[in-house]
């Protein structure tokens, strides 16, 4: 973990109300894992806003801007506005300074098994399986991309996972692009398909659930990447736990989702109480 006090290189609205940043960040890239995540904070944000947590989307090299020079490695967030942090970086551009702290949290963990690699991503929970879906095509693998979004604006990148060569499916609430409908129909069908498979997801909190019930009823392992609200996102404030498997008054099990995940293995949460009763959110966070 590093904290980079930096420069923006671009910073793009690319569907209406997600943007993407582009961020100078040496050395970088070889530390990041798939499914870790940043803290950013703009330099001309009030000094009391807290950094904000965001997953890396991906990262890269551009050639120098003189000879000399060495190469610009940078990463990327992808990032939707709900309230002011996020506002304020989408008036953010390129030269702006801002504050980064990572690769930061536990990522993804990859088995190479044959079994079909399957990536469910729900609107900007896309994020962290950008650089997944990167590390399992260099180990071999065939992955397969479920995206689902209420609308086409939330259908983000699909591209550029099908150049890396993902498979990729489709679907929206409103049918405004792929097909109608939630994405975890798309997951049950594939499944039925490849009773071998393993599933790593990131998406709303409803979603996950969703995702996990239709796993463990076909028995097939599940990583899912969770967005609790986080305020300092090295393990020192406990504002992220989660309750994990097992969990009761007499024996607590809280996970702290900043060192211990963002990414877990289905199986150490405790569902019932990461989504309400009612359906809706939250104890993790969702959007
Ligand atoms: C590990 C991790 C990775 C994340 N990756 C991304 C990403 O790649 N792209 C992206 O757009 N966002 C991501 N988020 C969520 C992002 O951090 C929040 O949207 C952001 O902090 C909101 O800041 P704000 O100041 O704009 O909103 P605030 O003013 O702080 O909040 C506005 C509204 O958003 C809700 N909110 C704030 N944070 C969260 C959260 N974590 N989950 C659910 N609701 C929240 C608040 O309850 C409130 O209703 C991630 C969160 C975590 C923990
Ligand atoms: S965000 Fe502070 S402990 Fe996780």
Not at 201 to 220: D, H, S, T
């Amino acid at each position: 973990m590093k904290n980079y006090e930096t420069i923006i290189l671009n910073n793009l609205e690319i569907s209406p109300g997600y943007w993407r940043m582009r961020i100078l960040a040496p050395g970088f890239a070889a530390a990041a894992a798939p499914g870790q995540f940043v803290m950013l904070r703009p330099e001309q944000a009030l000094p009391t806003m807290l950094r904000r947590p965001f997953g890396i989307f991906r990262t890269g090299c551009l050639p120098p801007e003189c000879a000399g020079l060495p190469p610009r490695e940078y990463m990327e967030i992808l990032y939707k506005i709900v309230g002011q942090g996020t506002k304020i970086m989408s008036e953010l551009h390129a030269g702006d300074r801002v504050e980064l702290l990572g690769p930061l949290g536990r990522g993804f963990a990859i088995n190479d098994t044959d079994c079909a690699k399957l990536l469910v991503g729900g609107g900007i929970g896309l994020v962290p399986l950008f650089l997944l879906a990167e590390e399992l095509i260099r180990r071999g693998h065939r992955v397969r991309l479920l995206m689902g979004g209420r609308t086409r604006d939330d259908i983000l990148a699909v591209t550029e996972f099908e150049r890396l060569g993902v498979e990729t499916y489709v679907s929206t609430d409103d049918g405004s692009l792929g097909e109608e409908g939630f994405v975890t129909r798309v997951l049950e069908r594939k499944l039925a398909k490849y009773p071998c498979a393993e599933v790593y997801a990131c998406g709303p909190m409803p979603m996950l659930a969703a995702v996990e019930a239709i796993c463990g009823e076909c028995n097939v392992p599940l990583q899912v990447s969770l967005e609790s609200h986080m305020a300092c996102g090295v393990g020192a404030c406990l504002g992220c736990v989660v309750k994990g498997t097992g969990h009761s008054d007499q024996r607590p099990n809280y996970l702290c989702t900043c060192k211990e995940g963002p990414v877990f293995s289905a199986d150490q949460l405790d569902w019932g109480r990461v989504v309400n009763p009612g359906g809706g959110c939250l104890e993790g966070g969702c959007r």
